[in-house]
DNA sequence: CTGATATGTAAGCACTTACTTACATTAGCA
DNA sequence: TGCTAATGTAAGTAAGTGCTTACATATCAG
């Protein structure tokens, strides 16, 4: 009948939106097939079991971060500029990736290694990505000496469980005014501890 | 037989530690029967259906925040030793409690109602707790003009994402040490964007 | 001793789950 | 046209699952 990969890509995003709205074991096979519009047995027959339905599922959204790309284009602005727009930029990949994200928190109890996997590839590599924007910017003086990778990994972690919140436990929209309000917020906050000019003592 | 409430309490620790093992669905009546020693007949007979023993385990071990308690031995300190002690209490809470806190996080986006009570109930409570006292040293004079809700919301949730990225994403032991230097690394980079005196533009 | 209360054992029910088998259909390619 | 690959329908299996029923036992207060 239809494109082979195409029906593979219907299943896997219906598991990915299935297993984030009711967990690995509440997501059964036969709803997913019936999401994809698709028969059950093609679903074993592509996949062969649930759980290898479940890993697939991680590798594929497995969303790389695009941070890295934004760094060049922000090296020029002021600090607090360039803050402000990786923050924005790393709400709006979690925003993008909700299921994801809400598959992971989820599941790393019941299945850490799977999630530890996907997570690594992910925020962690985020967190690197901003570590190296700090270090040049220490370099250049303009921070003072405080440890930089606990620094990153505060900065995206405040950010984090702010999307975690308000998107997942309170299940309400986090806004553009308001991502931007908290970003502002936290930059601000985050830079007078870090900047080198207010160290002083 | 036993004394009737030994045993509801003996059913409600072993509900806590299965289902923060295994998620909801995951932990069966007969396991929870069998590890709490006793027959599945009586989890029913005491708790009518599997939802109940969920909603009981929320209320029964909701961790009242301590913290309130501690704000008084703490507000004579000088603000750097007052944060850290109040840092590593929340970071202890959460050890203790870390059943809890992971059945929070695996059923938070299947069971939202029910979770964000008991949320309320602690997490939050805590923001008030330091929020009040952040509050206090502004009046002082102490704090810069920072909003400080989102100031006291930041600071516990960067310790709550250490506490769950170590503890259950890598099921890792936090040590004492750990603890310590991440919340001392912490008070830094939070009082030096907090402080008055260190303002200046 | 009596009766109530708390528990246990055993069997099972109605239902769901992941997964399988056997057979039919459709589409595209040679 | 006929072959192959991808899918479908239908029926079913074995193993759970939450929960119930019927009946027995043990403890203890009166």
Redesign the interface.
Known sequence: MADPLETRDRILEATLELI????Y??ATTREIAHQAGVSELTIFRKFGKKERLFEEVLKTYTFLPRLKDLIPAVENLPVQEALETIGIRFLRTLKERKCFV?IM??????Y?EK??KA?SQTIEEMVQTLRGYLIRLQAAGQLRD??LD??AV?FL??L???FM?AE????RDLSPAEMES?VS??V???????LAE????
Request: glycine share 10%.
């Open positions: 984030s709205e009711k967990g074991l509440g809400r928190l989820s599941e790393m109890n019941t850490p999630v530890r997570y405080v440890p606990t620094a505060f972690r405040i984090f469980t702010t919140n997942i436990l309170n299940q908290t917020q936290l601000g906050i985050f830079l007078h501890g870090v207010e160290t002083a003592g």
